[in-house]
């Protein structure tokens, strides 16, 4: 019989619940927000377009709206709270720790995997203004060894802003965004809350 696993890095972004997801876009100051979600939570949460330290250009005068739907009320639970937490988040950031998190689908398994585990940690005890070092949360982790994994896991978080991997830096300096291909996003956000010393 043919293998039908697939290998496990793919694996691992794939959606656990198994649902492909429905897409939604926001509009926000750092540019289109695509969002996809399930009826558990979120899935995933990018910046639209190949946005690079070349080319990024916020606007802080453009305001927070799902985009295409004209009745908020029929959409779904997830996103109306993503649209309140983000129109919440880009007026000021302190604001969204008073309000419920929208729910992410893969932190609902009871079994949480290693990487899951990091970006729940990471969202549950990093609010915003703060930053944790790579090893500083491998430590949180119970698992101070895990300091490349940790890593790693900022890379493949699927769940950005939200699960706020950009507060995430290194001992000696702010260490990398988007594979270090958005390092000005991530002082972006940094500076949006706030933070402009990393050590
Ligand atoms: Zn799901």
Redesign the pocket.
Known sequence: MAPTSKPTSEKQRE???G?P?EGFCFSSPLGYINVT??A??L?SIGLEGNISDENFSPNENVDVQLMGKDELKNEPKVIRDCLQWFQLYFKNPKLVSDITRPDI?CFKESNLGFRPRVWKTLADTVGPGEVITYGALAARLDNPGAVRAVGSAMRYNPNGIIVPCHRVVRSNGMGLYHGGQRQVVKLWLLKHEGIDKFS
């Open positions: 959606p656990s619940c649902s997801g979600a399930c558990d939570g899935h689908c």
